[in-house]
């Protein structure tokens, strides 16, 4: 009989979808150089997350491990530098399934070159593709969060910022990256490469003024 406290095949499932995902997200060139990290849901008390310093262009399945929802590994393995952003979401809300985190150029020089506490994204068609919006003629605000190697300190300011209604489906963190989050591994995904999307077009057109 087994003694862990998820299910061996739900496991297994999500180590093939992470690793599935790290190799689309380092084809587009939002996880380069080891960053990034990507997790699912197990159940009401476990996540399966990407081991740290791992090559997500190269993701196995034994690169995924297990975290209870205090962001401590459960078995063998170094979870995420980053494990208690994906924590902090899994805790806050039940409905959340999967969450993607990603180093995009565009994220970077949008969050280092204009030093707004926000980022709006507005009008654009392709925001139908996240959770809930159904019409271009919308406005989504992506709060900017300074970066800090003191994660514990970020999960509360974020969970401080959301007590206050801000950040529905994604946060920024000043020259390092993108979370976002969602039901399952399908919606997250199709939101992340919305956003990125969205924010290299944002980008461009700061560029041309
Ligand atoms: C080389 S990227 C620096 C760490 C980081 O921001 C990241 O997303 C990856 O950290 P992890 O511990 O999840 O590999
Ligand atoms: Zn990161």
């Known amino acids: 009989m087994s003694q862990r406290p998820y299910s061996i095949a739900a496991f297994r499932e999500a180590a093939r979808t992470l690793a599935a995902t790290g190799h689309r997200l380092y084809q587009q060139g939002w996880s380069p150089a080891t960053s990034s990290n990507y997790s699912i ?22 690169d995924i491990m297990v975290v209870d929802l205090q962001g401590q590994p459960v078995g063998d393995g170094k979870p995420s530098a980053e494990t208690l952003l994906h ?13 993607l985190h990603t180093h995009s150029h565009a994220t970077t020089v949008l969050t280092m070159h204009w030093p707004a506490d926000h980022l709006t994204l507005e009008g654009y068609e392709l925001l139908k593709a996240l959770e809930g919006i159904t019409t271009h003629d919308t406005r989504v605000t992506l709060p900017v ?24 489906h994604a946060y920024l ?21 919305a956003l990125e999307t969205l924010l290299a077009i944002e980008l461009d057109r700061r560029r041309l003024g």
């Open 41 to 62: 849901r197990l159940n009401a008390g476990h996540a399966a997350i990407t081991c740290s310093g791992k090559d997500k262009g190269l993701l196995e399945e034994t």
């Open 87 to 99: 924590t902090q979401l899994y805790r806050r809300y039940d409905e959340v399934g999967a969450v």
């Open 145 to 168: 969060f300074d970066n800090t190697q003191d994660i514990a300190e970020l999960s509360a300011r974020v969970d401080q910022a959301m007590d206050q209604g801000l950040a529905h």
């Open 173 to 193: 963190i000043r020259g390092h990256g993108l979370y976002t989050w969602a039901a399952d591994m399908a919606t997250c995904y199709r939101q992340l490469e």
